[in-house]
């Protein structure tokens, strides 16, 4: 299928279960907590150094923000929060709700699909900071047509040339043997092929490409991290924050 078949179908709009959300996320978001912990303290690490000059932030595909330190997002003095998912404000009010109670951050959510309508989001906000909060690699999940599903991620970056904005996304994931050391963190200033990354950091086997290798602009520097989302199943996670051109 070419990268022009035709609109997204945007199946997910309306749906409780999501392959990127939903309740079994939820479920296992918060019994994995602790197995976590290191990489939400790397991520917290990564966002502590991102200091946009903004007192407002564009907070993309949240969900409960499982993976998000409070004190990251007491920071701003007001967060637009987009997501699909019904349960999101509920939760992220559970994880985030007396943080941001104390530091008077406001906090609104607004259920829409970001992919359908990102360029009026962009106007609606001109003024935040932008972070895209794990979902840019659930992408392909939201769309069939693997060739428009890479072109639409690699799109972004075009269209936030005057923005400050940050994203962490998977760009691996697969089985990895229970109680195999992780793989160490790792930075690059350019973009890794998928195939090439999987081999630097030894993964073995079949590993699933969310086509995310060029989503951030050349000389921008990559942050990735391991996330040991199940026992047996790793997802390797890039970061990265971009200036204004
Ligand atoms: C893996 S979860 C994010 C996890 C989050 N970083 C955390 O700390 O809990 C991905 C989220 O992106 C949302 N999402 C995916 N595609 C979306 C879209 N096109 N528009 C809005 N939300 C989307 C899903 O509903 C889901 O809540």
Same mark, same amino acid.
């Given at each position: 299928m070419s990268a022009d078949a035709g609109p997204i179908a945007y199946p997910y709009d309306n749906a409780l279960f999501t392959p990127s959300g939903g309740p079994v996320w939820h479920w296992r978001a918060l019994w994995r907590q602790l197995r976590w912990t290191n990489f939400k303290s790397e991520l917290a690490g990564r966002l502590q150094d991102w200091q946009p000059p903004a007192k407002n932030l564009l907070l993309l595909g949240p969900s409960a923000g499982w993976c998000l330190p409070s004190g990251f997002l007491s920071r701003f003095e007001t967060i637009d929060a987009i997501?699909?998912? #019904? =349960? &999101? #404000? @509920? *939760?992220? /009010?559970?994880? !985030? %709700? *007396? &943080?941001i109670a104390r530091s008077k951050t406001r906090l609104h959510f607004h259920r829409l699909n970001l992919v359908r309508s990102f360029d009026d989001i962009l106007q609606a906000y001109p003024d935040h900071a932008i972070l895209f909060a794990n979902m840019l690699g659930q992408h392909t999940f939201h769309d069939e047509n693997e060739t428009r599903a890479r072109s639409t991620i690699e799109s972004f970056k075009g269209? =936030? @040339?005057? /923005? !400050?904005? &940050? @994203?962490? !996304?998977? /760009? =691996?994931? %697969?089985f990895y043997p229970p109680g195999q050391p992780l793989p160490k963190a790792a930075t690059s200033t350019e973009a890794i092929d998928s195939a090439v990354l999987a081999s630097q950091l030894g993964l073995a086997g079949q590993w699933l490409d969310h086509l995310t290798a060029n989503t951030l602009p050349n000389g921008v520097e990559r942050h990735l991290i391991a996330w040991p989302l199940l026992h047996d199943w790793l997802h390797i996670v890039e970061f990265g924050s971009v200036k204004p051109a």
């Open positions: 997501d699909i998912d #019904p =349960l &999101a #404000p @509920t *939760l992220f /009010r559970f994880n !985030h %709700g *007396l &943080a269209r =936030l @040339t005057h /923005r !400050h904005w &940050a @994203t962490f !996304h998977d /760009r =691996l994931s %697969g």
